[in-house]
């Protein structure tokens, strides 16, 4: 006699969604995938809403938007090169103070101090990147300006006033109250981000150059840094895309003048600056519009400042677990 064989009833739809969802993977798959989607899908609205309301003044100005100088909202001539030089000219400024500073203390912290001194200071470090920008302003009215008008911008046209730079009177105010303010803000990027760059080079490169006769000092300077170049490139980037978009601390001392000057000691203008004051004031479709423009601008040089900065220090973390 044969024996009859009962097939299984085949699942139900509500026990193959139960078991999926207990084991997790596809839906943790989807569910985070939708996360990361999210942060794409504001960078698109963001760059399309920039775009489509900078429409008038691209269709009136075209690509000579990028090289004019008049800002007049009486007449409706609008140019953005005054506020592309000040955001530059502070920025480049300011990274020439901040970079050799950062990196020196970065070094300091992460091969010659010692454990408690290094975290003490690292700490101290995080709280002054997490200072609102209007406190650094605040700081730079009461203490930076005044210093500058009083002290150090007579001293620089006593002593280099025979450059271009360096002359005009001294207002206390301009590109470089903005540009050391802006070093000041953009100095903890810069040692964070190499100090752990440098925390990054395997122990074995220290060993073999102290090995081979090498001093600490020459182990560190020979050895570690060019190891993590390219981390410390990228907290540069960070460095400059900060300053770049820095609104309120510049706002606040760089004098706000729409005419492009020469000398450091002359009050200017950047891209940040001039959306803050005068978006809620614009009238007209023109002006609103020229203002989207200058944050389309910023937007983008923020955009790809930021991406080179994250791909160079992901390519230092890569190159440094590869070796260990």
Known sequence: MGTAVIAAPP???????????????????????LFAASVFLVTVVLVYELWIHSGPSRAKFGFSFLWKTTWDPVALQFGALPFIYGTVLTSFLALLISVPLGVGAAIFLAELAGPRTSNSCTFLVELLAAVPSVIYGLLAIFTLVPLLRQYGEPFLKRTLGFLPLFQGPAYGVG????????????????ISISRESLLAVPREQREAALALGATKWESTWQVVVPYARLGIIGSVFLALARALGETMAVTMVIGND?????????????????????????TGDVYLSSLIELGLVLFGLTMVLNASAQLLILATTRRGSKQE
Do not use: C
């Open 11 to 33: 699942q139900s739809r509500a026990r193959k969604l139960v078991k999926l969802w207990r084991d997790g993977d596809q839906v943790a798959h989807l569910v985070t995938f």
């Open 175 to 190: 590109y470089l109250t903005a540009a050391l303010i802006l070093s000041i803000m953009t100095f903890p990027f810069i």
């Open 258 to 282: 729409t005419a492009i000057h020469t000398s450091l000691l002359a009050p200017g203008y950047t891209i940040a600056a001039i959306i803050a004051n005068e978006f809620t004031e614009a």
